[in-house]
Each structure stands twice: as C-alpha cells, then as structure tokens.
C-alpha cells in the first residue's frame, strides 16, 4: 500500500507561484510514473501534466509554458511548480501513482 500526501497548496494572487508536494510513503516510488490532476469547480477532475519513468512528461494544454512537473526519487517526492497562476486554475490539486491517489490540496488564485 502506498499513501499519497500533498501539500503545498493555499491562497495566491493571480500571477503569484505555489509549489505542490506530494510526498509517498514506501520504497517504491521511483518504479512508478507520477501524474497531478486537478478538480476545478463544476468540472471532472482533469489530467494537469505526468511525468514517465524515463523523464518524458506531458503538460495539459491550459498549463503549458507555466507549470513544470518534476520528482526526486531520493525523497520519494513528487512537485509541481505553478507560476503565472490565473484564477481559472483555483481547485483541488491531486497528485496519482498507479492506482494511488492522494487527498488532494486546495489551490485558490484570487486577487
């Protein structure tokens, strides 16, 4: 069983910056491709960007150029840096490994 803690989240004014955690326990960490998602209000929870084991990664559309994901296996941590944040991306932010998912941070872009 691994367990998935995010942290990180809070309140930013529109073009501020947060960095997201997610933190997993266990050794297998590394074995594992490593996605954030991301809940905004009256939407589905939709995929933000996702990191493969061999470094590719894949940056929805709407965060492109602005958010950078990244992971450091000797921490067994996972990030998500988040610059020029808009007030569009208010949400609950999740990170997922595998079948494991985390609770989710709240993320809130407002001036």
């Known amino acids: 069983q691994v367990q998935l803690v995010e942290s990180g989240g809070g309140l930013v004014q529109p073009g501020g910056s947060l960095r997201l955690s997610c933190a997993a326990s266990?050794?297998?960490?590394?074995?594992?491709?490593m996605a954030w998602y991301r809940q905004v209000p009256g939407k589905q929870r939709e995929l933000v960007a996702s990191?493969?084991?061999?470094?590719?990664?894949y940056y929805a559309d709407f965060v492109k150029g602005r958010f950078t994901i990244s992971r450091d296996n000797a921490k067994n941590t996972g990030y998500l840096q988040m610059n020029s944040l808009e007030p569009e991306d208010t949400g609950v932010y999740y990170c997922s490994q595998y079948i494991w998912w985390g609770q989710g941070t709240q993320v809130t872009v407002s001036s």
């Open positions: 266990g050794s297998i960490f590394s074995a594992y491709a």
């Open positions: 990191l493969h084991l061999g470094g590719g990664t």
